[in-house]
Every structure is written in structure tokens, then in C-alpha cells.
């Protein structure tokens, strides 16, 4: 059983990691993911004694973080204010500068500095205290705890004020900065509507999208986003697409035409038939990839999650290294070493490193989402960043995937009776090529006629027509069956026919370049990709054409499903793989790749599934476009590892030669987070 919790009050990525190590632990989890990012975490467990599991998952949590409460179902979390925590700041801030100000007075010191810093840090007190009779020591309040508590033992009191207020002052900034992160994301997916208008019963109502079954009739007013997929039985009207595409042009509609989920009604009123139930609609399989898209992570934000649990524990043997052995060793000052110590405490939070390299992720996955482009996992982010060589499915990725029989060459009968025998034997075919060879015949086909169909893969179709056996395919089905024919000489598809052993003649199908594959092909060399090849079941000449076109590295043709993923396997042993199909013939290399894309994936259910980037429209422009997408969310995201580390590598290294003083070292716990987040944030704005 699966189910989702909303979260309040959780307010850090450690303590979110913390939760989710120590709730998977638990007898019956099968998998768990505390989503920090969304304030949400997924459970599943054991159907049996799922209650018994979600109430110790509750204990566990409080006993790790007892301010963080779970909401099942559909309420509504709360919004946490940070109102109470800016007054303290700004009253702490008055506090502090009086009393630094303040002439000699008979009052110690010491009383008068406890003032702001109770005011101001008295929360981190509580709760650090709490963690150590739980005994969780490593985070970050007991750390500034201990910390400023040390600098009031040296005296230091301005500087453990001061460190105090600027601490709080950063996290109620990195809130703010997650808080507007988490809002810019939530309106990129802000795609589907709260209600639908349905009619029933004569009566229109209005009904939550979920509540709508199929068949029924819903209403789509122009300006009203489409809910629900959907067939038009009334009404014409402009639909804005791009928040499934990308792309900002209408498209025209009319009755019959299918209407998916997320497009927008532009102009006239519409009438739409329901063909799927919401949870099945594209809207919902879009919101559902993006949003766990953080269930799988790429290799540095695992790396980040692990260095984060040994990054903590090290900084503090140094502090207590710093602090008690190195006086000993050399006969120095206790109080000196003690505040270089305290330093390295502060610095020894790597909630920088631990919020903004998952954010960054998930920035880059909310731009793409928003271009058109569905990245189900910053894993997959990652290794298209990566991506050496690109192979590509011919028809339908590079070429239009719209066939036209464009000549006949009729040898042992005359060509009104050969293409009337080639649209009878694929009367029952869905592919392309059949299709456009029924469109060329323009007539009834005569069930009664029509024998056994079988189809073969990658080589065409064996059929009984008038009693008598026809193949129909390529020329390799013609060897294999003993049957000589030409060679296929001409630019297209070439269709051998033969009956009972006799070769018949053949039709020639043609199909077009897509406008933009040599552009989309250009820019994708110009990123640096080391090679473009491509893998396809059609003859050497037509693939020849087409490579030559493109201006490809390389081609394989005639290819079975089988082949093609042998290619594959063979490619990926020299770089990382990236490989463009359809989403339909080309599940097992997309599967396979370390990186499968599906064109034109818009609507289609196999494509969604098999593939790990699906591009919502057919566009070969949208490939350069996620490569620059991926490519600048790896960037930004080591931009902040090495900004986060190296910073504190540097205060650790200053503090211990005692150059470095708190608030140096405050930066570079809270300021750093900030700066950190802030640069993530760069991911969300992706120009077209």
C-alpha cells in the first residue's frame, strides 16, 4: 500500500534525510522518501499492517523531530509564518545595539547579553536540548548551542549575540529563499484546473476532475484550462498547448479531434467527451513524473547525502581536537583554542550542500517540464549532461513518420492488381507503411477474402488472400522465403509482393525529413556530442538518404527490433548513450540506453513508460534544448558544491590559524545556504 503525508514544520534538508533513514528502517517499509523540497513524504508498506506501520512511523518521527506533523489525504498543510521569528530578530537587533552601546554600567555584562541572546536563540536552546535527551547530538542547534554557549565561557558576549542573531537572520532568508523555490515550481505545474464542468442530467455542475467518469460530457468555456482527456463532440476553438509543449502556437480544433489535459481554451465554447479518468489523463501522468522525479537521484546528490553524514561528525573531532588536545601539545591559552574550536562547530553544518544540490535538480526538471520536457530523475539530468554519442530511430524521430506510396513496379501482374494485393494482405496492420498503402488503394477491402495474417518482426507480413499465400516486406523476407527480387534502388521504403512463391513486383513507400532535423541535428554537434548515429529497420538506401541529409555520423539499416538493441549495447561500451525514438517500436533500446528520449511522446502511454526524457510534441529542437538544460543544471550544481566546500574549507583553515573570527564562520554555514539556494534557484529560468 501506498500512501502520501503533507509535512509542517520541517524546516531542514539533514533532519529530512534523518526522517526518511530512520522510517525506512521500519519492519514492513518498502520504500520511503521524504521529499524536503515539496513538504511531503510517501510511504509505501505492507498492505496487512499498514496502521500498525504509519503509527510507529509517527513515533519515530517525533522522536526525531517532535515539532513535524503528518496531514493524510487532501488537506491542507499550513503555512508555516515567519513573522514571530523576524519581530524577535529586529526587537533582539535593538536589544543588542543598546546594550553595546550602553556606557559603563554597574550591571555585569553577562545578564545584559543573556537578554537578546535567550530572546533571540532560546528556541535553538530548546530544541538542542531535546535532541541531546534523544540522543541526536550531531545538528545544527546543538551545534549553535554549543557554539555561542562557549563564546559567553571566554567572555566573548557580543560575538555570541551577534553569531546568534546573524545565524537566525540567514535561516529565516534561506526559508524565505526555499519558500519562493518551492512557489515558482508549484506554478509550473499549476496545469490543471480544481474543477470541471460536467454536464448531467441536463444540468451542468460543477464536480472535482476526479469525480468525472468517462463518457461524460464536460464544458470548457474559452479562457478555462482543459481537465480532463477528452474527444470534441460540439464546438470549434483555438487550444493553447504550451504547457504540455512548450510551444506558444494555437492549434485549431474541431468535433472529433482528441483534447488533452493542461491545453487551455482559447476561443470558442467546447464540448468534450471524457475517454480517460483523471488518474489516467496526461495532465496527471505529467504532474506525477515531475513531482517524483526526486525519487531518483543522480549520482552527486547520493554523493552529497553520504559525505553530509561523515562531514559532521569529522568537524567536531577537529573541534575537540583544537580545543582540548593542541593547548596540551603546545602550552597555549586554553580560551584561544577553545574559540578557534567553536568556529569549526559553527562551520560543521552542510545544509548548503545537503538543500541547494536537490534543489538544483529539481529546478532543472521544473524549466524542462516547462518547455515541454519530461526528465523523470536528476539521475537522468545528470547523464544526459553527460551524453557522448546520440543514436537515433528514423522514422518518426527524424523523418515525419507520414508515408506515401509514391511509385509501383509490377513485374508478373499488372500494378492495379498488386497494390489491390498489398492493401488486402495489411488490412489489419497498424503500421505506417500499411496504412499509407490502404490510403493508396481508396477502397473497400473485402473481409471474405482474407485468410490468416501473421506479422513478422522486421521483416513484414504473411497473409492468405483468395486462398493463396502472399508475403509482403522487405528484401530480406524475400531471401529467407527463396523468392529472387531486385534490389531496392530508390530513396523510400521498397515493398516486395509475392504470391505462392512468385514474386510480384513492389511498391515504393516515401516518407519526409522532418523541417527542423538538420538544425536540431547541427546543434546538437555543435554541444560537443562526439558522434550522431542511426539505427533503423528500413533499407541501406532509404537510410543512406536520410544520413546523408542530416549530415550523421554513421548508420546501421535493416535492422530488427533485436539488432538494434545489440547496436546499442555495443555503442554504450564506448560513452555514455542517449538514444531518440518513438516511444513505441524502440522500448527495449530505450529501456536499455542510458539515456532513452521519446518524440513526439504527447498522449502516448508506452512512451511515458519507457522511456526517461519524454518530449511532449515530435520537435527535434527540443533535443539540443534539454542538453543545454541538463548541462546548465549540472553546472550550477557543481558551482555550489565547490562555492559551499570550498568556502568552508576555507573559514576551517583560517579559524584553526586563529585568523577567522564567528561571524566568518556563521557565513559560511547560513550565508553559504543562501547564496547556495539563491544560484539553485538559476535552474527554474530556462530561455526558450
Not at 147 to 162: K, M, Q, R
Request: a neutral charge; hydrophobic letters at 50%.
Amino acid at each position: 500500500m501506498k500512501q502520501v503525508f503533507k509535512i509542517e514544520n520541517l524546516d531542514c534538508a539533514h533532519c529530512a534525510q534523518k526522517l526518511e533513514d530512520a522510517i525506512h528502517k521500519i519492519q514492513g517499509v518498502s520504500q520511503v522518501r521524504v521529499d524536503f523540497l515539496h513538504q511531503k513524504l510517501t510511504l509505501s508498506a505492507d498492505n496487512a499492517h499498514f496502521d500498525e506501520i504509519v503509527n510507529e512511523m509517527l513515533a519515530v518521527s517525533h522522536a526525531i523531530e517532535p515539532e513535524v506533523t503528518f496531514i493524510a489525504g487532501k488537506q491542507k498543510a499550513k503555512t508555516k509564518k515567519h513573522t514571530k521569528t523576524l519581530l524577535r530578530i529586529i526587537l533582539a537587533a535593538v536589544l543588542f545595539a543598546a546594550i553595546t552601546l550602553m556606557p559603563a554600567t554597574p550591571v555585569p555584562l553577562l545578564f545584559l547579553y543573556l537578554i537578546p541572546y535567550l530572546l533571540i536563540g532560546g528556541d535553538i536552546l530548546l530544541r538542542a536540548l531535546k535532541n541531546i535527551c534523544r540522543g541526536q547530538v550531531f545538528d545544527e542547534n546543538f551545534l549553535m548551542a554549543l557554539a555561542t554557549i562557549g563564546a559567553f565561557a571566554i567572555h566573548e558576549y557580543p560575538e555570541a549575540v551577534a553569531v546568534m542573531l546573524f545565524y537566525q537572520v540567514g535561516e529565516l532568508f534561506q526559508n524565505y529563499a526555499v519558500g519562493r523555490s518551492r512557489q515558482s515550481i508549484t506554478q509550473l505545474l499549476n496545469i490543471c484546473p480544481d474543477t470541471a464542468t460536467v454536464l448531467r442530467n441536463g444540468e451542468l455542475i460543477q464536480l472535482s476532475p476526479e469525480d468525472v467518469t468517462i463518457g461524460e460530457t464536460i464544458i470548457i468555456r474559452p479562457g478555462e484550462k482543459i481537465p480532463l482527456d477528452g474527444v470534441i463532440t460540439e464546438g470549434t476553438s483555438a487550444l493553447d498547448t504550451s504547457a504540455l509543449t512548450g510551444e506558444s502556437l494555437p492549434r485549431t480544433v474541431c468535433m472529433q479531434d482528441e483534447v488533452l489535459s493542461g491545453c487551455i481554451n482559447q476561443s470558442g465554447l467546447l464540448h468534450v467527451q471524457v475517454t480517460k479518468p483523471f488518474a489516467e489523463s496526461t495532465v496527471a501522468k505529467i504532474l506525477e513524473l515531475v513531482e517524483n522525479a526526486g525519487s531518483k537521484k543522480a549520482k552527486t546528490e547520493n554523493f552529497i547525502s553520504r559525505f553530509s553524514r561523515y562531514y559532521t561528525p569529522c568537524v567536531v573531532i577537529c573541534a575537540v581536537f583544537l580545543a582540548f588536545l593542541v593547548p596540551l601539545i603546545t602550552g597555549d591559552s586554553f580560551s584561544g583554542w577553545l574559540h578557534r574550536a567553536l568556529i569549526f562547530l559553527v562551520v560543521s553544518c552542510p545544509c548548503a550542500l545537503v538543500i541547494s544540490v536537490p534543489l538544483s535538480f529539481f529546478g532543472g526538471i521544473g524549466g524542462a517540464s516547462k518547455q515541454g520536457i519530461l526528465i523523470k530523475g536528476g539521475n537522468y539530468l545528470e547523464a544526459l549532461a553527460k551524453a557522448e554519442i546520440f543514436v537515433f530511430d528514423k522514422t518518426g524521430t527524424l523523418t515525419e513518420g507520414v508515408f506515401r506510396v509514391t511509385s509501383m513496379h509490377a513485374v508478373a501482374t499488372d500494378e492495379a492488381t498488386l497494390l489491390e494485393l498489398a492493401a488486402h494482405a495489411e488490412s489489419y496492420s497498424a503500421h505506417p507503411i500499411a496504412e499509407s498503402i490502404r490510403l493508396a488503394y481508396g477502397k473497400d477491402i473485402a473481409a471474405s477474402r482474407i485468410g490468416k495474417l501473421t506479422e513478422l518482426a522486421g521483416l513484414g507480413i504473411r497473409a492468405t488472400v483468395d486462398k493463396k499465400t502472399v508475403l509482403l516486406g522487405n528484401k530480406k523476407l524475400m531471401e529467407e522465403s527463396g523468392i529472387s527480387c531486385p534490389d531496392d534502388g530508390e530513396n523510400g521504403t521498397t515493398v516486395h509482393i509475392a504470391s505462392n512463391g512468385t514474386y510480384l513486383g513492389s511498391l515504393l513507400i516515401s516518407d519526409r525529413i522532418k523541417p527542423e532535423a538538420a538544425d536540431a541535428l547541427a546543434a546538437v554537434k555543435a554541444l560537443g556530442i562526439k558522434e550522431t548515429i542511426m539505427l533503423t529497420g528500413d533499407t541501406p538506401e532509404a537510410a543512406g538518404f536520410v544520413s546523408a541529409k542530416l549530415k550523421l555520423d554513421r548508420f546501421f539499416a535493416g535492422l530488427l527490433p533485436a539488432d538494434k538493441l545489440a547496436h546499442a549495447e555495443r555503442l554504450m561500451q564506448k560513452g555514455t548513450l542517449a538514444f531518440v525514438g518513438d516511444g513505441m517500436n524502440d522500448a527495449p533500446v530505450l529501456a536499455c540506453a542510458h539515456v532513452g528520449i521519446a518524440m513526439g511522446a504527447m498522449g502516448q502511454d508506452a512512451a511515458i513508460e519507457a522511456a526517461d526524457i519524454v518530449l511532449m510534441d515530435d520537435a527535434p529542437s527540443k533535443i539540443p534544448a534539454a542538453i543545454k538544460i541538463a548541462r546548465k543544471t549540472m553546472s550550477i550544481v557543481h558551482q555550489n558544491i565547490i562555492f559551499a566546500l570550498g568556502v568552508k574549507a576555507a573559514v576551517l583553515l583560517l579559524g584553526a590559524l586563529g585568523i577567522a573570527n564567528m561571524w566568518f564562520a556563521v557565513f559560511a554555514d547560513v550565508g553559504v545556504s543562501v547564496l547556495a539556494i539563491v544560484n539553485a534557484m538559476r535552474t527554474l529560468h530556462v530561455k526558450k
